[in-house]
């Protein structure tokens, strides 16, 4: 079983940028991929990007690619979200999940543990 808490939220003007923190608690957080999801406004959450246990293997969702950067820190339980050049249309309550699954790129719908997310607001 695994927790998650995020945090670095908060508002933003177009171009700039935000780092999330997903922190984790539980023993077995390197046995976990992660992921951050995000969800706007009177749409489905969707994927951004994913990273393995070990860290070794990285995807991203296209809309993201090459502004955004995931990493995570095993021996402190962390994980992050650099979001560099923010759009409005990034605008969104961001949640990290943690699970098992193999699959290159999750899917809400896919079983994981969620954190509760934190609200990312670009202003245009």
């Known amino acids: 079983q695994v927790q998650l808490v995020e945090s670095g939220g908060g508002l933003v003007q177009a171009g700039g940028s935000l780092r999330l923190s997903c922190a984790a608690s539980g023993r077995t957080f390197s046995s976990y991929g992660m992921a951050w999801f995000r969800q706007a406004p009177g749409k489905e959450r969707e994927f951004v990007a994913r990273?393995?246990?070990?860290?070794?293997?990285?995807y991203y969702a296209d809309s993201v690619k090459g502004r955004f950067t995931i990493s995570r820190d095993n021996a402190k339980k962390m994980m992050y979200l650099q979001m560099n050049r923010l759009k409005p249309e990034d605008t969104a309550v961001y949640y990290c999940?943690?699970?098992?699954?193999?699959?290159?790129?999750?899917?809400?719908?896919?079983?994981?543990?969620w954190g509760q997310g934190t609200q990312v607001t670009v202003s245009s």
């Open positions: 990273i393995s246990g070990n860290g070794g293997s990285i």
């Open positions: 999940a943690a699970g098992l699954s193999g699959r290159a790129y999750w899917r809400a719908s896919d079983p994981m543990h």
